[in-house]
């Protein structure tokens, strides 16, 4: 499983697939919240005059959900495109081994793209008045969600990626059911209804309980459901690899 984990960060920064998806997101998000001015974004930090990092958290997960069904399309696609999922399928690993190893090397790009924003926090940080002037709780909470509601995104991501040999196919399907799964139940929710049921179809989606977690209070029911989802997809993907065998 680590010699199959290490090929495929390998080839993410081999192809500069890996640079690319830091870059674009360090780029993006550097525009919105520190050039473009506030009249054409409404996310500038400095035009705000407020010690948060609010723009970020509300900003990323648009990013993410562009760049990590493009992180994920290739991690079974190529395989299937290339015939070389069967040989895998022959070496001395399970095929849960083998959607781990995979899910983990595209989780290292997502982590590796989300440390430099720490940067942001110290600015933000520093230009607070007094200094430190900010939501600490909130802004780790706020880190935690993303990492979950990313985490999420990758397991969808993957399970399209099994399903096609073609990467652009993946990468639609991947980016339409994130989007579902981030979004679709809250204008589902968004429906004349009872109070009630308006709120448990809304706390079936990602985007609830990402804002949830973006109070800085670590809920466990919001863990929970992010665990579920990422496992749910992962061992969808599982019974893919397996159903070849049938």
Same mark, same amino acid.
């Given at each position: 499983?680590?010699?199959?984990?290490?090929?495929?960060?390998?080839?993410?920064?081999?192809?500069?697939?890996?640079?690319?998806? #830091?870059?674009?997101?360090?780029?993006?998000?550097?525009?919105?919240?520190? %050039?473009?001015?506030?009249?054409?974004?409404?996310?500038?930090?400095?035009?705000?005059?407020? $010690?948060?990092?609010?723009?970020?958290?509300?900003? $990323?997960?648009?990013v993410f959900l562009i760049l990590i069904p493009a992180v994920s399309m290739k991690l079974f696609s190529?395989?299937?495109?290339?015939?070389?999922?069967?040989?895998?399928?022959?070496?001395?690993?399970?095929?849960?081994? &083998?959607?781990l190893a995979k899910y983990f090397a595209g989780f290292?790009? &997502?982590?590796?793209?989300?440390?430099?924003?720490?940067?942001?926090?110290?600015?933000? *940080?520093?230009?607070?008045?007094?200094?430190?002037?900010?939501?600490?709780?909130?802004?780790?909470?706020?880190?935690?969600?993303?990492?979950?509601?990313?985490?999420?995104?990758? !397991? &969808?991501?993957?399970?399209?990626?099994?399903?096609?040999?073609?990467? %652009?196919? !993946?990468? #639609?399907?991947?980016? #339409?059911?994130?989007?579902?799964?981030?979004?679709?139940?809250? *204008?589902?929710?968004?429906?004349?209804?009872?109070? =009630?049921?308006?709120?448990?179809? =809304?706390?079936?989606?990602?985007? *609830?309980?990402? *804002?949830?977690?973006?109070?800085?209070?670590?809920?466990?029911?919001?863990?929970?459901?992010?665990?579920?989802?990422?496992?749910?997809?992962?061992? !969808?993907?599982?019974?893919?690899?397996?159903?070849?065998?049938?």
């Amino acid at each position: 499983m680590k010699a199959l984990f290490l090929k495929e960060i390998k080839s993410y920064f081999n192809s500069l697939t890996g640079f690319l998806v #830091i870059l674009v997101f360090l780029l993006i998000t550097g525009l919105f919240l520190w %050039v473009l001015p506030n009249e054409a974004t409404g996310t500038n930090i400095l035009d705000n005059g407020f $010690a948060s990092l609010e723009s970020l958290f509300s900003l $990323a997960p648009w990013v993410f959900l562009i760049l990590i069904p493009a992180v994920s399309m290739k991690l079974f696609s190529e395989e299937n495109k290339a015939g070389t999922i069967e040989l895998l399928l022959t070496k001395p690993l399970t095929e849960l081994q &083998i959607v781990l190893a995979k899910y983990f090397a595209g989780f290292v790009i &997502i982590v590796l793209s989300l440390l430099p924003t720490l940067l942001y926090y110290y600015t933000v *940080y520093q230009l607070g008045f007094p200094k430190g002037n900010i939501d600490v709780g909130g802004t780790w909470g706020s880190y935690i969600g993303l990492f979950f509601l990313a985490s999420t995104f990758l !397991a &969808i991501g993957i399970f399209t990626s099994v399903l096609t040999d073609n990467q %652009v196919v !993946a990468f #639609i399907m991947g980016l #339409i059911m994130c989007y579902l799964f981030h979004n679709g139940f809250d *204008y589902l929710a968004s429906f004349k209804m009872n109070g =009630s049921l308006s709120l448990f179809i =809304s706390s079936l989606g990602i985007q *609830y309980h990402y *804002y949830s977690m973006s109070r800085g209070v670590i809920d466990t029911r919001d863990v929970l459901y992010f665990i579920t989802v990422i496992t749910i997809f992962l061992l !969808a993907t599982r019974l893919v690899l397996q159903s070849r065998k049938w």
